[in-house]
Every structure is written in C-alpha cells, then in structure tokens.
C-alpha cells in the first residue's frame, strides 16, 4: 500500500476490557495502511488488552507504538455476586482513575504534533475529557469511537428526541422492543457519562465498531441526524478478525481446542458471559443444572467479573454442584480462566453461544455465523439482544430484561433454552440465517465489500491534503 507519511493516528481506549479491545483490534486494520499508531493507556490496562486479544499478536505490527502512564492507585475491590443491578459498579474506581490521563495525553500530542502533517486522534467516547486539549493543537483532529452496534447507538438519541416517528415503520417497530433506560446505567455513574459530551466541541466524526450489513439503515439514521456534534459517520466493524489462522503453533494451541477437534458440527454450546458479569452462587447452581439437563456438548467459561486491575488480588473461587464436572466428563469442559474466544467461535463444532450480549462477544458471534441465546445484563446488552432476537433474528431470550434487577432464571428454562438453540427446527434455522449472515459480513471485508469501503473512505479522509 502507499506510504501514508505525515499522518499520525492517536487511539486513546476506555479503560473496560470491551472498550480496549475494541480499539486495539482498529489500530490492526489502520496500522495495515502503514499509518503510525499510538496507543495511550495505563500500564495495567495496556498489559491487560494486549494479553487477552486473540486472532492476532498485538506485538507483530511494527508501526503499532504503546504508551503506557502509570496513574494514581484507585480501589479495586471484586464484584458483588449477589448485586441485583449487574452493571458493574465495582469498576467505577478504575474508570474514574483513567481521567489522570488527560496531562500525559496532552504532553504526548506536544511532542507528537510538531512532526506530523495532521494528528488524528481516535477517542472512546467515554474518554472525551480526557482528550479535550486537543483544542490546543491547530493540526489535530479528533474522532469519536462509539462502541455499540448502530442500532444500539441510535436508540439513544431517537430517545432523547422524544422517540419520534419514523418513515422506516419496521425499524420504528424494532425499535419500540428496547427497553427502557431505567436500571442499565447507575445514576451516580451517569453524571460521568454526561461530563464526556464536552466532545460535541471538537468532534471531525464518528467511527462505529458496526457493520453496514448488520444494521445499516440505522447508521443512515445517524448520519441524518448526527451525535456528538457531527454527522460524519464510518461504520468499519467488525473489528476483530474474521477468519482465524490454522496454522497455529501446537505448543501455542489451547488444549479445548483440541478437544472441540474431536467434537461433531454444530454440536457445542458455548457459554459465557464476559468480563463484567458476576453470577451468584444460585445463579451459578441454577444454571450448572440447565446445562447437564440439555444433555448438549459444552464449554463454560465459568469466571468471575474482572476487577479493576485484573494482576492485583484473589479470586472468587466458584464453586459448582457436586460431582457436576465428573457427571459431565466427555461432553463438556469448564474453563476457569481466560478463553479464545473468538477461536472457539470459529471452529465448525460450535453451534450456538449462550451471551451477556456484550457488543465484542455479539459481533465476533454474528462474524463467525453462531445464533445466540441472549442473557443481557446491563448497559447496551438489552438493546443488542433485541438486535439480536428481533431484527436480526438469530438468537432467542433466556431472559427479559427487568430494570428492577434480575431474576433466578430456573435451570428449567436454561435447559429448555439450550434445547432449543442447539436441538430444534426453530434452533436449526436460526443456526442457517447466522451463518448466511456470517458470511455477508465476512465479504464485508473484502475488497469492494462494505465495510472496506468505510475503512478505505476514513483513511482517505485522514490523509487528505487541504
């Protein structure tokens, strides 16, 4: 490709693990343009996104260069099990801490800007005042990264707008299925959320982690009427990579890969549930008898929320039934610590994902052609489930969401949910529209397709002269 010289691109993530990722996976698509990549984090949050990315080795990518701050200590207590509002509160500390951030950002861009033709600094939305002095520099542009699907993202504004009427009656409908704002996001944490709209003062556009074949019509919706101050809009997910090497390493190769090997198509579920979610002891008990009742292959990723700082402390041992891991021996593992992801939802013997609906998991999912059984939790996840159940209609609710907190779900209907995602018509046809729009979004990528398109489009923006 040609040598984009004189242009500077600073990523500048939110400090939660589906924020870090997401922009760590965008600086590997932009990096492949041979544009200069700065990724500015906390040394424990930098550690913590390079460690866990898979589908690629952050290190490998010359042109990618970490700056790593350390910022004053903050508390980093675990998360609540037995919360009965899921969003977790027990992270607040650490993404309070990341506003120290600004000063180093603001010395990096005085070193940086004198260099460079243009400084194009890629913000989550969640850090715009730590990105604020952008103001100071005449030849830096800053970007707004939202990290939620379009359809996601537009609800919010259609909602502050009074959720009017729209001439799309289908996308009005689906949209009318969200639920309420009440219980997604604590009150003591919006005051924060609020503050980030200092970004409308300096915003050149916006860049999505969305897929124009995913939800398109509602990022056109967002070009109408703009966020954040601007109605330039680049959808460019997915972000993560869409095929997986299988020219791995065998000594590298995680051992459940090897015995999904041995596993029949379309035959294991997958569940987890991310790393802010913390299930209570009976949540955990309900939901190890759901899985052994299916009698379906599986791999659970049975851990903890993470804390704030993930190498600091204890954690939660959890504890399963009696005798569950003995009784389930050849048709499932359970995994206690960190999982490949994306790998596992790669591999042909994987037919169906039970998920939080976090929008990494939902987009590798939908990528990788699995249906979802949609188990949100909080903030975006109830939206992306009804993207998921409703308009996309790959995936069916193990649970409707409930702002007034969550409910045991019964290892019956756990059972029956699994049953019908993995072992039903109803199961087998969302398993075909998956993997038909799997297939689309992985052309997406190609040249020509879509998504290409938006990331050729950005990067000609970028390094424009004028």
Request: proline share 5%; net charge negative.
């Amino acid at each position: 490709m040609e040598e984009k010289s004189g242009v500077v691109v600073v990523m500048v993530p939110f400090v939660a693990q589906g924020h870090l990722n997401q922009l760590l996976h965008l600086s590997r698509l932009l990096s492949a343009y041979k544009l200069p990549i700065h990724i500015v984090g906390t040394t424990t949050h930098n550690r913590q996104a390079k460690l866990r990315v898979h589908g690629w080795d952050p290190m490998s990518a010359a042109n990618i260069h970490y700056h790593e701050y350390q910022i004053p200590q903050f508390e980093s207590p675990p998360a609540d099990p037995n919360a009965s509002n899921k969003f977790p509160s027990h992270l607040i500390p650490s993404f309070r801490a990341s506003s120290h951030l600004r000063e180093p950002f603001s010395k990096l861009l005085a070193t940086i800007s004198p260099t460079a033709r243009r400084v194009i600094v890629v913000h989550d939305y969640m850090m715009s005042t730590v990105v604020q002095d952008v103001v100071s520099f005449e030849n830096v542009e800053a970007y707004v990264f939202h990290c939620a699907s379009g359809f996601s993202t537009f609800s919010y504004v259609w909602e502050r707008k009074g959720r009017p009427c729209l001439d799309d009656v289908e996308a009005y409908m689906q949209l009318t299925k969200n639920p309420t704002l009440e219980g997604l996001i604590p009150p003591d944490f919006l005051e924060t959320i609020i503050s980030q709209q200092v970004c409308e003062n300096f915003n050149c556009g916006n860049l999505h982690d969305a897929c124009k074949v995913i939800d398109g019509k509602f990022i056109d919706f967002l070009s109408e009427e703009g966020i954040c101050g601007s109605k330039k809009q680049w959808a460019m997910g997915p972000f993560n990579p869409v095929a997986i090497n299988g020219n791995e390493n065998p000594s590298k190769r995680y051992k459940l890969l090897n015995w999904l090997d041995k596993q029949a198509k379309d035959s294991v579920v997958y569940v987890s549930f991310g790393t802010m979610t913390s299930l209570s002891n009976e949540q955990i008990q309900e939901l190890a008898i759901g899985i052994e009742k299916s009698e379906q292959n599986f791999i659970w990723v049975l851990r903890d929320a993470d804390k704030g700082d993930i190498f600091e402390g204890e954690v939660r041992r959890i504890e399963l039934p009696e005798g569950f891991e003995e009784r389930v021996e050849g048709r499932g593992l359970v995994v206690r610590e960190w999982a490949p992801q994306l790998e596992i939802l790669a591999h042909p013997a994987t037919g169906g994902f039970m998920t939080h609906c976090g929008w990494n998991s939902s987009m590798e999912s939908i990528t990788m052609g699995v249906p979802m059984a949609a188990w949100a939790m909080h903030s975006d996840q109830p939206r992306n489930a009804t993207l998921i159940t409703e308009v996309l209609k790959i995936g069916i609710s193990v649970t409707n969401w409930d702002p007034r907190g969550h409910l045991l779900v019964m290892s019956s209907t756990i059972e029956k949910i699994i049953r019908k995602l993995m072992a039903s018509e109803d199961g087998d046809e969302m398993r075909k529209r998956a993997r038909k729009l799997g297939d689309d979004v992985r052309r997406s990528v190609e040249e020509g397709g879509v998504t290409r398109m938006e990331i050729d489009s950005f990067v000609t923006h970028i390094t424009r002269y004028d």
